[in-house]
């Protein structure tokens, strides 16, 4: 594994399966009454939070004391960043109360890769989604989800055809998904307005589609994108109403899917726009499980990031000399 996770490009077929399996395994942890390990003890984890977020920032937290980091959880809102901090100054003041490791959400691409390489920070860091470009940690649970429904758990996802609906073109999660399910192996169809798919979608290593009902008779799984209205300042589309008779997954579509096909969303749903409220708690849906195995994802990120495996602390006998 490479020190950072900026992108699911910097996995490989090995590094996001061991991901996986050691997730699998951690997953145990949380079937226990005391869910909590000491390997992390004495590491200190930062999730740097530029922008909204309801589960990841929550799953990460979960996730890094589970493994008995200490955790400092930073809003931009209400800290010195509203009176106009630069991302510079707060990763000094980060290195300086001793980081191991900084998890960053910004609304700028490109932020996370900034704070990993100009030599501010010496931890590692971990993008927990990048403007209009990158959420690689939600591509892992979202590879894991997947695995466990239709692959018994383990290995990769060769062969499996994974269709991803909608607003692509502001969409960090079809993104970092597309990149991570080739390298699994599986067949990835974009299915999107024309409007909502992003400048050089023909070198993602994936299919176009502006027909979903074709799409989703030969489909193992569907993701659903959040039309990301807040992020939108045109319209891309005529009417929410048409956008949902075109692109939205109802109940008489989700019917016309295989009897085993899963239907995924990473949340937060506009219900009754990209899904129907039937679907969304339906049988088929794995939107709740897909939370519940982020916190198991993210923490084997950290685990294998921060080097689990070796002492956190010194041994009693390599103590502090006096
Ligand atoms: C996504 C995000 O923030 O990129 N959500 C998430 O992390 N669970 C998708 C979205 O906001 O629609």
Same mark, same amino acid.
């Given at each position: 594994?490479?020190?950072?996770?900026?992108?699911?490009?910097?996995?490989?077929?090995?590094?996001?399966?061991?991901?996986?399996?050691?997730?699998?395994?951690?997953?145990?942890?949380?079937?226990? $009454?005391?869910?909590?390990?000491?390997?992390?003890? @004495?590491?200190?984890?930062?999730?740097?939070?530029?922008?909204?977020?309801?589960?990841? *920032?929550?799953?990460?937290?979960?996730?890094?004391?589970?493994?008995?980091?200490?955790?400092?959880?930073?809003?931009?809102?209400?800290?010195?960043?509203?009176?106009? =901090?630069?991302?510079?100054?707060?990763?000094?003041?980060?290195?300086?109360? @001793?980081?191991?490791?900084?998890?960053?959400?910004?609304?700028?691409?490109?932020?996370?890769?900034?704070?990993?390489?100009?030599?501010?920070?010496?931890?590692?860091?971990?993008?927990?989604?990048?403007?209009?470009?990158?959420? $690689?940690?939600?591509?892992?649970?979202?590879?894991?989800?997947?695995? =466990?429904?239709?692959?018994?758990?383990?290995?990769?996802?060769?062969?499996?055809? !994974?269709?991803?609906?909608?607003?692509?073109?502001?969409?960090?999660?079809?993104?970092?998904?597309?990149?991570?399910?080739?390298?699994?192996?599986?067949?990835?169809?974009?299915?999107?307005?024309?409007?909502?798919?992003?400048?050089?979608? =023909?070198?993602?290593?994936?299919?176009?589609?502006?027909?979903?009902?074709?799409?989703?008779?030969?489909?193992?799984?569907?993701?659903?994108?959040?039309?990301?209205?807040?992020?939108?300042?045109?319209?891309?589309? $005529?009417?929410?109403?048409?956008?949902? *008779?075109?692109? @939205?997954?109802?109940?008489?579509?989700?019917?016309?899917?295989?009897?085993?096909?899963?239907?995924?969303?990473?949340? $937060?749903?506009?219900?009754?726009? =990209?899904?129907?409220?039937?679907?969304?708690?339906?049988?088929?849906?794995?939107? !709740?499980?897909?939370?519940?195995?982020?916190?198991?994802?993210?923490?084997?990120?950290?685990?294998?990031?921060?080097?689990?495996?070796?002492?956190?602390?010194?041994?009693?006998?390599?103590?502090?000399?006096?």
């Amino acid at each position: 594994m490479k020190k950072h996770l900026l992108s699911s490009a910097d996995l490989s077929r090995e590094d996001a399966i061991l991901v996986l399996d050691t997730a699998a395994q951690l997953a145990q942890v949380a079937d226990r $009454p005391v869910k909590k390990l000491p390997t992390l003890r @004495g590491r200190t984890v930062v999730n740097l939070f530029f922008e909204d977020s309801t589960r990841t *920032r929550i799953s990460f937290e979960a996730a890094a004391k589970r493994l008995s980091a200490d955790v400092i959880t930073f809003s931009a809102k209400g800290s010195s960043v509203s009176k106009g =901090e630069s991302l510079k100054d707060t990763a000094l003041t980060l290195e300086a109360m @001793g980081a191991d490791a900084v998890i960053i959400r910004h609304g700028s691409s490109g932020a996370p890769h900034r704070l990993a390489n100009a030599g501010w920070i010496n931890g590692s860091v971990i993008n927990a989604g990048d403007g209009l470009h990158e959420h $690689p940690t939600q591509a892992l649970l979202d590879a894991y989800t997947l695995r =466990e429904n239709l692959c018994g758990g383990v290995g990769d996802l060769a062969g499996k055809r !994974v269709t991803i609906v909608g607003d692509v073109l502001h969409s960090r999660v079809a993104r970092s998904n597309t990149l991570l399910l080739a390298t699994l192996g599986a067949h990835v169809t974009l299915v999107a307005p024309p409007t909502l798919l992003p400048v050089g979608v =023909e070198n993602w290593p994936c299919e176009v589609s502006y027909d979903l009902d074709a799409s989703l008779a030969q489909a193992d799984a569907v993701m659903m994108l959040r039309v990301q209205l807040e992020r939108m300042n045109d319209s891309y589309f $005529p009417t929410a109403r048409e956008y949902s *008779r075109r692109y @939205g997954l109802d109940h008489r579509r989700m019917e016309s899917m295989s009897e085993h096909a899963i239907v995924m969303h990473p949340g $937060p749903m506009n219900r009754g726009m =990209e899904i129907s409220a039937d679907v969304a708690d339906s049988k088929r849906s794995v939107i !709740v499980s897909q939370v519940t195995n982020g916190v198991s994802v993210r923490m084997a990120v950290l685990y294998l990031l921060l080097g689990g495996n070796s002492p956190a602390q010194p041994a009693p006998h390599e103590g502090i000399e006096e």
